[in-house]
Antibody, heavy 119, light 107 residues
Framework: QVQLQESGPGLVKPSQTLSLTCTVS??????????WSWIRQPAGKGLEWIGR???????NYNPTLKSRVTISLDKSKNQFSLNLTSVSAADTAVYYC???????????WGQGTLVTVSS | DIQMTQFPSTLSASVGDRVTITCRAS??????LAWYQQKPGKPPKLLIY???HLQSGVPSRFSGSGSGTEFTLTISSLQPDDFATYYC??????????FGGGTRVEI
């Protein structure tokens, strides 16, 4: 059974960098069949796709966030990470990591982690 | 980017009701549409992929249909466990992937 678990600070100051890690178990980030994604959800609102990474390191980002986002892969730890720079209160949200399969969409999700941007 | 519009945004129903949620894409996505169920404090759960394919383990009372720009999610007989928020999501071709605004199914 594939499991994903987000980790990282729950509080980030404005203008600083939000950094989260997703640890994958029961599957491999080195798989050629899947992409690994980040998605966020502000409280009481809908879902926003942030970006994804493939096993070869190729990335795709949401154009609305592209200038501030970096997603990276650590195959030795079976993890992938999100960095979001220059954060503001608008970046306060629950952040999810998820596995994406080209045929079926986002089939496995982490439980989510709340990140609050506040001084 | 492809915009996804869901309606209604809120739906009031009773146990046993047949429920239909509609999702419309701003341009054709053929059948590259998924439906998710989300309960408070939980991540979304994949229900339907490629518009009409039931994800493993999902009850058969859930079904999806449509192609092109118009899609529906139907719950044939609403159960107490089905009260939740439902999202559609397009994944045609290259990103960005986009979600609908959600439909809250309430008692």
């Amino acid at each position: 059974q594939v499991q994903l678990q987000e980790s990282g600070p729950g509080l980030v100051k404005p203008s600083q960098t939000l950094s989260l890690t997703c640890t994958v178990s029961g599957g491999s980030v080195n798989s050629e069949y899947y992409y690994w994604s980040w998605i966020r959800q502000p409280a009481g609102k809908g879902l926003e796709w942030i970006g994804r990474i493939y096993t070869n390191g190729r990335t795709n980002y949401n154009p609305t966030l592209k200038s501030r986002v970096t997603i990276s892969l650590d195959k030795s730890k079976n993890q992938f990470s999100l960095n979001l720079t220059s954060v503001s209160a608008a970046d306060t949200a629950v952040y999810y990591c998820a596995r994406y399969a080209a045929a079926s969409g986002f089939d496995y999700w982490g439980q989510g982690t709340l990140v609050t941007v506040s001084s | 980017d492809i915009q996804m519009t869901q309606f209604p945004s809120t739906l009031s129903a009773s146990v046993g009701d047949r429920v239909t949620i509609t999702c419309r894409a701003s341009q054709t996505i053929t059948n590259w549409l998924a439906w998710y169920q989300q309960k408070p404090g939980k991540p979304p759960k994949l229900l339907i992929y490629q518009a009409s394919h039931l994800q493993s383990g999902v009850p058969s009372r859930f079904s999806g249909s449509g192609s092109g720009t118009e899609f529906t999610l139907t719950i044939s007989s609403l159960q107490p466990d089905d009260f939740a928020t439902y999202y559609c999501q397009q994944y045609v071709g290259s990103p960005p992937f986009t979600f609908g605004g959600g439909t809250r199914v309430e008692i």
